[in-house]
């Protein structure tokens, strides 16, 4: 099951709007830089994948991985989230469970941001 184009980023504006005024998590693996909007009923979500992370089977695999740690995983994200992930191009030598662990932490993380500026 796909991740709904309404709860993608789709234009560059918002993938500019995100990297410019979010706030950047180092992960490791990846990066997360997020913004939370309060209009928003949804998160939405996006990932950049670039050449330099290897071809476009290992690229399109981390966009897959990715998309689905975050249809399984927004409930844990506060309403409204906007999520822009850049993998590294060693997110692939760690295994599923590594990137989902590493993923729910950003998420918890996000989360208290989120929860301590209210």
Same mark, same amino acid.
């Given at each position: 099951?796909?991740?709904?184009?309404?709860?993608?980023?789709?234009?560059?504006?918002?993938?500019?709007?995100?990297? *410019?005024?979010?706030?950047?998590?180092?992960c490791g693996?990846?990066?997360?830089?997020?913004?939370?909007?309060?209009?928003l009923k949804? !998160?939405?979500?996006?990932?950049?994948? !670039?050449?330099?992370?290897?071809?476009?089977?290992?690229?399109?695999?981390?966009?897959?991985?990715?998309?689905?740690?975050?249809?399984?995983?927004?409930k844990n994200?506060?309403?409204?989230?906007?999520?822009?992930?850049?993998?590294? *191009?060693?997110?692939? *030598?760690?295994?599923?469970?590594?990137?989902?662990?590493?993923?729910?932490?950003?998420?918890?993380?996000? *989360?208290?941001?989120?929860? !301590?500026?209210?």
């Open positions: 099951m796909a991740v709904p184009a309404h709860q993608r980023l789709r234009t560059q504006y918002d993938f500019e709007q995100v990297r *410019s005024q979010g706030t950047r998590l180092n693996l990846f990066i997360v830089q997020y913004t939370v909007e309060d209009q949804h !998160s939405r979500l996006g990932v950049i994948a !670039s050449r330099r992370g290897g071809n476009a089977v290992k690229r399109n695999y981390g966009k897959r991985v990715f998309r689905n740690l975050f249809r399984n995983h927004q994200l506060p309403l409204g989230t906007n999520l822009v992930m850049v993998l590294r *191009s060693n997110f692939d *030598s760690v295994p599923y469970a590594e990137l989902e662990m590493r993923f729910l932490k950003a998420c918890k993380t996000i *989360s208290e941001n989120f929860n !301590s500026e209210k």
